[in-house]
C-alpha cells in the first residue's frame, strides 16, 4: 500500500497564511498539517508516500527532506498549478498510482488516528471514507444505499439541501485496489482529462464511474470521528478547537461564546434557552418569507418600539428594542456613573460594563445565594447607591423574587432615589410564569425609577435573532438608549419575527408550561447524581454543588472530553467560595437530559459512588 498526497494548490482563501508557503505547511495547535499526516501514515504498513507539490513546492520538499529525512517520499510537480485543479495533479501522478494499492489523500486535511486505521482495516477493497452530512460541511456529496454502496457523486453544483437528509460529505480519503486503478480510474482519468481539460475535480471521474454502475465503490461511514477540511481561516480556528488538548479545548469553547453549532455533536448544556420554543410552524412562516426578509431593509427604531410594545403589551414610547438585551445592558450601564449595586454571583455583563470602584456588593452567605427583597432593602438602605440590579430569576443561582415582593422593592427604591433595573431574561420559567412579569404600564408608570430589562433570546427559544428589550416610563432614559443604539440596531428576520409572534402566543405559553414538567423531572434525577447537590432553580438552569470526587473543573473537562458535552464551570464567576464548587447546567429537552443524566450515572459507577 502507498500514499499518495495532493498538495499543489495555493489555498487563495487562506490570505496570508498561505502568501509564502502551501496550505498543508499550515499549524493547527503548533504543529504542521503536512508533519501531522506524515506521522500518521508513519504508524501504517506503507511503502511510500507520493507528494504532488506546485505551489511554493521547493519550499514544502526541502522542509521534508529536512524533517522526514527517513520516510520513503517521492515528489510530482505541478508546473501549472495556477492553472489547474486537483484531476491535474492526480493524472501526473498516474504512472505511479498504478503501481500498487493507494490511499489517496488531500493534504489540507485533519483527522484522529482512527480515520486511517478504519481506512486500512476495512476488508473492502474501494472506499471513500464519507461522514454524514452536518451543516459545516461544505463539498463533494455522496449518496449511500443500504448496503453502503455510493450511488451518485453529488457536485457543489447539483447539492439540493432539501436532500440533506440523504447526504454523506466525502471526508477527501480515499482507498483504491491497484486493480481498480488501473482497469478503472486512470482510463477514464485520462479521457475526462481529455474532454472536459485540467482545471477539474478528480471526483468527477469518480461519478462517471458510479453513474455507469461499474466500479463498485463503497462508502465507509466514519461518522462521529474527528476530521476537518481547512479551506479558510474559520475553518482553521474551528480545526484548532477540535483537535487541541483536553485543557485548551476546554479554554478555546469557553471563550468563544456561542457558535457550538460550529462543532459536531457537542451538546451544550452551557447557554441558555428555551428547548420548546419556537414550534416548527413558526419556523416554517419565517423560511417562507427568508428571501425578501433577506433582500429588504429592516424598519427603523420607531417601527421596532411599536412592535416591541405590542409583543407585550406596553406603551411604544416606554420601549426600546436591543440587538440582543447585551446591546441595551452596554448602553445602560456605560452611562452611568454612580454607585452600583450588586448581588453576587450574578450575571456579570453588567457590573463588567461598570466602573469597578463604583460597585456595592452584597454577598448572601448561603449555600444556596438565595435572598429576598427585604435582604436587599436591609443591605442597600445605608450604601448610597443611585442603582440596584437585580436579576430574577438571578444567573446562576436561580433565586426568584415573586413579583409582589418586587412591587415594595420598587417602591423602596423610589421613595430612596435609586434607579432600580430589573432583569427578567428567566421569569416565564418561573412556578408562575408570565404572571410575574414587571411589563405593565400600570406598573412602569407607578415606579418610575423601575426598568425592566428583558432577552427575547432566552425564554423565547431565539438567540441567533439578537433581541432584547428595555422599558421604564422614564421616558427620557428611553429616548437616550434609542439615541445610543444604531437606527437600524436589528435585522428584518428579528423584526418579522416580533411582527408574527401574536399568532404563537398560545404556543409559547405551552411550551414553558412544558418546560416545568421537564424541570422538574430533570431536578429529581439530578437530584440522585451522588457527587452533585442542586440548588433548587426557577430559572432554565440548575446551579450544582460538585462534591469528590470532582471538581467544578475536572467535572466540566472529563464531560467534554470523554462525552462531547459542554457545561458552565462557575469557579471564574465572582461570589462563590473558594473551597466550595459549583456548575450551573442549562435544562434542555427530554432526549438530551436523559444523555446527562445516563453520562452522570455513569461516571458515579466508574468512581465507585452509588447512583439512584
Same mark, same amino acid.
Given at each position: ?49 507520493? &507528494? ?62 482512527? *480515520?486511517?486505521?478504519?481506512? &486500512? ?29 455510493? *450511488?451518485?457523486?453529488? $457536485? ?8 440533506? =437528509? ?26 475526462? &482529462? ?14 462517471? +464511474? ?6 463498485? *465503490? ?33 479554554? @478555546? ?61 406596553? @406603551? ?23 454607585? +452600583? ?33 427585604? =435582604? ?16 430574577? $430569576? ?30 427578567? #431574561? ?5 412556578? @408562575? ?58 435585522? #428584518? ?13 398560545? =404556543? ?27 440548588? $433548587? #432553580? ?28 459542554? *457545561?458552565?464551570?462557575?469557579? #471564574? ?15 434542555? =429537552? ?5 444523555? +446527562? ?12 459512588? $452509588?447512583?439512584?
Amino acid at each position: 500500500m502507498q500514499a499518495i498526497i495532493l498538495a499543489a494548490g495555493m489555498g487563495r482563501r487562506l490570505g496570508e497564511l498561505t502568501a509564502n508557503n502551501t496550505k498543508c505547511m499550515l499549524e493547527v495547535n503548533g504543529v504542521r498539517l503536512i508533519d501531522r499526516m506524515l506521522k500518521q501514515l508513519s504508524r501504517l504498513d506503507i511503502s511510500r508516500i507520493v &507528494i504532488v507539490i506546485g505551489y511554493e513546492g521547493d519550499k514544502l520538499k526541502k522542509y521534508l527532506n529536512q524533517t522526514h529525512p527517513a520516510l520513503p517520499i517521492v515528489y510530482v510537480e505541478n508546473k501549472i498549478y495556477d492553472k489547474t485543479n486537483n484531476i491535474y495533479s492526480l493524472w501526473l501522478a498516474r504512472a505511479l498510482m498504478a503501481e500498487d494499492n493507494t490511499l489517496l489523500l488531500e493534504s489540507d486535511l485533519i483527522y484522529e488516528d482512527a *480515520i486511517l486505521d478504519a481506512a &486500512i482495516g476495512t476488508p473492502m477493497r474501494d472506499v471513500a471514507l464519507v461522514s454524514k452530512y452536518e451543516t459545516w460541511m461544505d463539498g463533494t456529496m455522496v449518496r449511500i444505499d443500504d448496503e453502503n454502496n455510493i *450511488i451518485n457523486f453529488i $457536485p457543489q453544483k447539483a447539492f439540493k439541501y432539501s436532500d440533506t =437528509d440523504h447526504y454523506y460529505k466525502t471526508v477527501n480519503i480515499y482507498k483504491f485496489s491497484r486493480e481498480f486503478i488501473v482497469n478503472c480510474y486512470i482510463p477514464f482519468l485520462e479521457a475526462y &482529462i481529455k474532454v472536459l481539460g485540467e482545471n477539474e475535480y478528480y471526483e468527477q471521474v469518480l461519478r462517471v +464511474l458510479t453513474l455507469i454502475d461499474s466500479a463498485g *465503490i463503497k462508502a465507509l461511514p466514519v461518522t462521529g470521528m474527528h476530521w476537518y477540511e481547512i479551506d479558510d481561516i474559520q475553518d482553521l480556528k474551528i480545526a484548532e478547537v477540535i483537535f487541541a488538548a483536553p485543557e485548551e479545548k476546554l479554554a @478555546k469553547l469557553q471563550h468563544s461564546f456561542g457558535g457550538y453549532w460550529r462543532y459536531p455533536g457537542l451538546l451544550d448544556f452551557c447557554y441558555l434557552v428555551n428547548p420548546y420554543f419556537p414550534r416548527q410552524r413558526m419556523i416554517d412562516e419565517i423560511k417562507a418569507n427568508f428571501e425578501p426578509l433577506l433582500r429588504d431593509y429592516p424598519s427603523g427604531m420607531g417601527i421596532n418600539s411599536l412592535l416591541a410594545g405590542k409583543y407585550f403589551g406596553i @406603551k411604544q414610547q416606554y420601549v426600546v428594542v436591543g440587538n440582543g438585551a447585551a446591546e441595551l445592558i452596554k448602553s445602560l450601564m456605560e452611562k452611568h456613573d454612580g454607585k +452600583l449595586g450588586v448581588t453576587y454571583p450574578t450575571f456579570e455583563e453588567y457590573p463588567n460594563r461598570h466602573d469597578a470602584n463604583r460597585i456595592v456588593v452584597f454577598e448572601p452567605g448561603n449555600s444556596d445565594f438565595s435572598y429576598s427583597a427585604d =435582604d436587599l432593602m436591609r443591605y442597600f438602605t445605608d450604601k448610597g447607591i443611585d442603582t440596584l440590579l437585580v436579576v430574577n $430569576p438571578d444567573n446562576p443561582s436561580g433565586n426568584f423574587i415573586p413579583s409582589r415582593d418586587l412591587m415594595r422593592l420598587a417602591s423602596w427604591a423610589q421613595l430612596n432615589g435609586i434607579r432600580l433595573v430589573i432583569d427578567e #431574561s428567566f421569569v416565564d420559567f418561573a412556578d @408562575k410564569g408570565m404572571e410575574e412579569t414587571l411589563l405593565h404600564n400600570e406598573i412602569l408608570e407607578r415606579f418610575t425609577t423601575l426598568c425592566v430589562m428583558k432577552s427575547i433570546s432566552k425564554s423565547y427559544g431565539v438567540p441567533g435573532l439578537r433581541l432584547g428589550v428595555l422599558a421604564s416610563a422614564d421616558e427620557s432614559l428611553i429616548a437616550r438608549v434609542k439615541n445610543d443604539v444604531a437606527i437600524w440596531n436589528i435585522n #428584518s428576520f428579528a423584526e418579522f419575527y416580533m411582527q408574527i409572534y401574536g399568532k404563537y402566543e398560545k =404556543d409559547y405559553i405551552q411550551s414553558c408550561e412544558k418546560f416545568r414538567q421537564e424541570r422538574a423531572a430533570f431536578e429529581k434525577e439530578l437530584n440522585g447524581i451522588p457527587f452533585l447537590r442542586v440548588v $433548587p #432553580s426557577q430559572a432554565n438552569y440548575f446551579l450544582c454543588e460538585v462534591k469528590e470526587p470532582f471538581s467544578s473543573h475536572s467535572l466540566t473537562l472529563r464531560l467534554l472530553t470523554d462525552y462531547n458535552i459542554l *457545561i458552565k464551570d462557575c469557579a #471564574s464567576k465572582r461570589g462563590f467560595p473558594f473551597e466550595r464548587q459549583y456548575v450551573r447546567i442549562a435544562i434542555r =429537552d427530554r432526549k438530551d437530559d436523559s444523555k +446527562l443524566v445516563e453520562v452522570l450515572r455513569t461516571m458515579s459507577v466508574s468512581n465507585g459512588l $452509588p447512583s439512584a
